[in-house]
């Protein structure tokens, strides 16, 4: 009996009872099911985070004024302003892993034109690299130039949402608003960029040159910054960036072998790489304990062929007596179980599928981030293999069984 024969003859076996077959898989369907969803919503979950970091700029290395000091076995930030914008010149001009950098300081404050006021969530003095870093262009206008930062000019470029609340559809370009009562004017409007991992509008934002932030809005001379966002020119050289600016900023900042650095240096992809192990470990273990219920219906399925045989026991014994060898019989009823337990990884993949599209529309409708649709195909396609595996683990024992009954006692069985 080829494998085509007892395919056919294994389907037609199943179709006699439909609704028993039907229940036989449900926990197999169930469990395939289960296994993508959680997996394709923790891949999602994955990009999701993925993304946001790309959204942050280009490959970003971030350098902290203030190092680390270790006293009693525990480390704890040195906050001293140590970093300056001489600092951010010179990691673009020495250090040839960095494409662009650029220096932040940050304040808040309300922006006031006409009658309308308005209170961004993020007012940056920034550098003419920022987007550059950032890979964030803009839309409208035009970004703040390297003679804006010499003469600190008062201008300033707005995010989206700021030019939404204070001019609804109006061009903001050119126009004067007021920041803590300092006339500025609108050079340009950030393209859109929507929320943040966390929800949080990274289109409501104000940037200014950070001269004039320093010397207009904080009134200081010093020369320190809050932060410099570098970019490397590609995603392999980050590590290298990193190590660069830290070599260079050690002999800037004259800093004696052995002795802690008063700054810090890190890349987004530690990061980024950190909470993708996270939700690599939640999503396998989510993904683990889905499978649990592929074991249950293994067992149903074990259960089902054990009553299948018993049923058909006259029929293995007529079989036996025309010609029927016991493997020809094993190799049948361990078809059948697999033909079960693969029907039921194919609908449960599917079900998985529509679940994963709809829980992520369900989160995108109640929350403000933008959850990536990703079916993990290749999830899926383990997930039935080991359906089919499960089939024939658990269909052995009864296809065995019939393979070893007696012709005779099968021909008398009633």
Known sequence: MNFLVTLRVALRALAKNKMRAGLTILGVVIGIAAVTTM???????????????????????????????????????????????????????????????????????????????????????????????????????????????????????????????????????????????????????????????????????????????????????????????????????????????????????????GLPADFSVQNTKQFANALGKVTGILTMLLASIAAISLLVGGVGIMNIMLVSVTERTREIGIRMAVGARGRDILRQFLVESIVLSMIGGLIGFSLGCAASIGVTSVINNFSSSEWPVTISVKAGLVAVAFSAVVGMFFGYYPARRASKLDPIDALRYE
């Open 39 to 257: 997996v394709s919503l923790g891949q999602s979950a994955t990009d999701m985070i993925q993304g946001e970091f790309q959204s942050l700029g280009t490959n970003i290395v971030l350098v902290f004024p203030g190092g680390a000091s270790r006293r009693g076995g525990r480390s704890r930030a040195n906050a001293n302003p140590t970093l300056t914008d001489a600092d951010c010149t010179a990691i673009v001009d020495s250090c040839p892993s960095i494409l662009d950098a650029s220096p932040i300081l940050g304040a808040s404050g309300q922006i006031v034109y006409g009658n309308l006021n308005w209170s961004p969530r993020d007012l940056f003095g920034v550098g003419p690299g920022y987007t550059v870093v950032r890979n964030w262009p803009v839309d409208l206008g035009s970004f703040i130039s390297e003679r804006d930062i010499s003469s600190a000019a008062q201008v300033c470029v707005i995010g989206r949402r700021v030019a939404k609340e204070l001019f609804q559809t109006m061009n903001p370009v050119g126009e004067s608003v007021r920041i803590r009562n300092i006339p500025f004017r609108i050079v340009g409007v950030f393209e859109e960029k929507g929320a943040n991992i966390v929800g949080e509008d990274e289109d409501d934002i104000v940037v200014v040159p950070f001269t004039t932030m320093r010397q207009r809005i904080y009134q200081s001379k010093f020369k320190n910054v809050h932060v410099v966002f570098a970019s490397a020119r590609a995603p392999e050289l980050m590590d290298k960036a990193e190590n660069e600016i830290h070599q260079l900023l050690l002999e800037r900042h004259k800093i004696a072998p």
